[in-house]
């Protein structure tokens, strides 16, 4: 029988690749850790997030920032949790299990329907242990999320597609174009001596707010960070934000191509991901170019998936929300097909800690 191909591929920046040549990677050389948006994709990550939050980086004690929209909120607000390996495992059943019965008669869900059916789920989930995510020790979690302006700063039937589509022709023509219509808010928890986190990347690059995360938005924040437009409702009135409409933050940060600014104590950005190319926004996904490696990414070590490795996973592929509409009301085929990806991306964990044993600079490749 053939063998399984290698299932990680590391890249690195240039500051990152020289680091590694002097250093190795240790838990304490980290200073921020990423997590994209990309809905079911976020799931092969779990065993990585498993190993690295619950065996590798507790070995260190620095101030770490995890930055994440969508999904990747999601991945490290449970990072903040105690006990954050059962909280990681139970985040992968909820997500895989998830399930959304249209009204009688409809072919799909409404997107209130999602919406309200998230909330309560997020409710489980974090229901009174938010102020275990807040005061966390060592993480600082900020959670994008993207803020309608203008005609976009209010949800409607015929403003939200005439917005959106003003927002696509003014990105295409530019991505800082974006910001008449969108921008990025980041809801930022406090240090544990009680200082607002100062955010670990520069905003030059595109429109930003700063918002301080605490026990009356969070649920607000994170569900906003998640609200995929059209599939569910925006969020409005989160707490101490500036009104309007917040949508999924992946639309102006999909992979969270941003300037990181990792302190020199610990200077490396590791970056557990799905693909190579690191995605500005949402609707830069048609735009090639976009996807390339800039100075912004010179700390970074990202870990992803070989796509040959891919190939062997269920449906030759990456779990993605093209499956809730390929198994429709099919709810065991699909888990069934979540699992054994997931089971299977345990080989990236254990590669990863193969890795760290005995880093080898001929298995890391530039970003």
């Not at 938010?130 to 005609?151: D, I, K, N, T, Y």
């Not at 409409?245 to 999909?254: P, S, V």
């Amino acid at each position: 029988m053939p063998s399984t191909p290698r299932a990680l591929r590391l890249y690195a920046g240039p500051k990152a690749r020289q680091h590694l040549a002097q250093h190795g990677l240790r838990p304490q050389d980290v200073g921020i850790i990423p997590a994209a948006a990309g809905g079911p994709k976020g799931l092969i990550l779990g065993p990585l997030d498993r190993f690295i939050f619950g065996q590798w980086l507790p070995q260190s004690q620095q101030p770490v920032h995890l930055v994440g929209a969508s999904i990747g909120a999601w991945r490290m607000a449970t990072a903040c949790l105690d006990q954050s390996v059962a909280a990681f495992e139970r985040l992968e059943r909820d997500y895989i299990a998830q399930h959304y019965e249209p009204h009688p008669g409809k072919k799909r869900p409404t997107a209130s329907q999602v919406s309200e059916q998230f909330g309560r789920s997020l409710q489980q989930f974090y229901g009174g242990r938010v102020q275990e995510v807040l005061s966390h020790p060592r993480f600082l979690l900020h959670l994008v999320a993207s803020r309608g302006r203008h005609v976009l700063a209010q949800e409607g039937p015929l403003r939200t597609p005439l917005g959106y589509a003003g927002a696509f022709a003014a990105n295409a023509v530019h991505r800082k174009a974006l910001g008449a219509w969108l921008e990025r808010v980041v809801f930022s928890s406090h240090s544990a001596t009680g200082q607002a986190a100062v955010l670990p990347f520069g905003t030059q690059d595109f429109r930003t707010r700063q918002v301080p995360l605490n026990s009356h938005n969070f649920m607000d924040a994170l569900q906003a960070s998640c609200s995929i437009p059209f599939a569910l409702r925006a969020v409005h009135g989160i707490a101490g934000a500036p009104p309007g409409a917040y949508w999924d933050g992946g639309i102006t940060d999909y992979h969270l191509h941003l300037r990181y600014r990792p302190p020199a104590t610990a200077p490396i950005v590791l970056y557990p991901h799905f693909q190579q190319a690191v995605v500005p926004g949402w609707l830069d996904k048609v735009w090639k170019r976009r996807h390339r490696a800039s100075p912004a990414l010179d700390n970074m070590l990202l870990l992803a998936p070989d796509p040959a490795w891919v190939k062997t996973l269920p449906n030759g592929k990456l779990p993605d929300r093209n499956d809730f509409t390929h198994y429709g009301q099919d709810l065991a085929g699909r888990m069934k097909a979540w699992q054994g990806a997931t089971a299977a991306s345990q080989q990236l964990a254990d590669e990863f800690a193969q890795w760290l044993e005995q880093p080898d600079l001929s298995c890391v490749e530039p970003i």
